[in-house]
């Protein structure tokens, strides 16, 4: 067993991609613009719609869970049908990371996960398809800071299968869905840590660091 892997048993963060990693409502625009205006009951009123839930998302006071619940859900309410939805999501999520659909990562996420890597096992778990992401990680320059990689994670249950299998004595999971990235770990022991438009992985730089050292 390599020296990774013993620090695997020991300690590990679990990150989550979307709102967390990645920033800003790029691919979930272009979730919006992939669903077909002559499908939907009222193209012009959609786009008004998603524009008002996305400000109210950016302002935490949402009902949504977050930009992906919030287009899915108007678009119902227009008349698509769960096909058309995966549809549109697939299409979008092949744009991940071009001008299509544009994402940013934390500024500071480069030196956060070269503080962190000497100490825990990094791991980034999303619900989200592969596509795109690993390119994304690798012009960011941050993919050799992340040990592993879960693609259609489906969180909330997928991230507690997650957690059993690694076996961590410590565990610190982020993300921005309290249901889907934070509950399943809070209820297996793990510590956890919820960003928001307003508390991002820059704001909480220095407690995952922290985090991460402890107990050296």
Do not use: C
Not at 52 to 67: E, T
Not at 112 to 120: N, Q, S, Y
């Amino acid at each position: 067993m390599n020296s990774r892997q013993v620090l695997r048993t020991q300690a590990a963060i679990i990150f989550d991609f979307d709102g967390t990693v990645a920033l800003g409502h790029g691919p979930v625009l272009a979730y919006a613009k992939a669903i077909p205006e002559e499908l939907l009951s009222d193209p012009a009123a959609f786009a008004e719609q998603v524009d008002a839930a996305l400000a109210d998302i950016d302002d935490m006071k949402s009902p949504y869970r977050d930009g992906y619940h919030a287009i899915a859900e108007l678009a119902i309410a227009q008349g698509i049908d769960t096909q058309e939805l995966s549809q549109a999501y697939s299409t979008s999520r092949g744009l991940l990371g071009t001008e299509q659909a544009p994402v940013q990562m934390p500024e500071k996420l480069p030196e956060l996960l070269a503080a962190i890597a000497p100490h825990v096992w990094v791991v980034l778990a999303t619900n989200a398809p592969k596509d795109g992401i690993e390119k994304l990680l690798a012009d960011w320059k941050v993919n050799g800071f992340v040990d592993q990689l879960s693609f259609n994670t489906r969180k909330p249950a997928g991230l507690s299968a997650l957690i059993e299998e690694l076996g961590a004595q410590r565990i610190l999971a982020i993300g921005d869905i309290a249901e889907n990235d934070l509950a399943p770990a809070a209820e297996l022991g793990a510590q956890t840590l919820l960003v928001t438009p307003h508390h991002t992985l820059d704001d909480a730089f220095e407690d995952i660091i922290s985090w991460a050292q402890q107990g050296e």
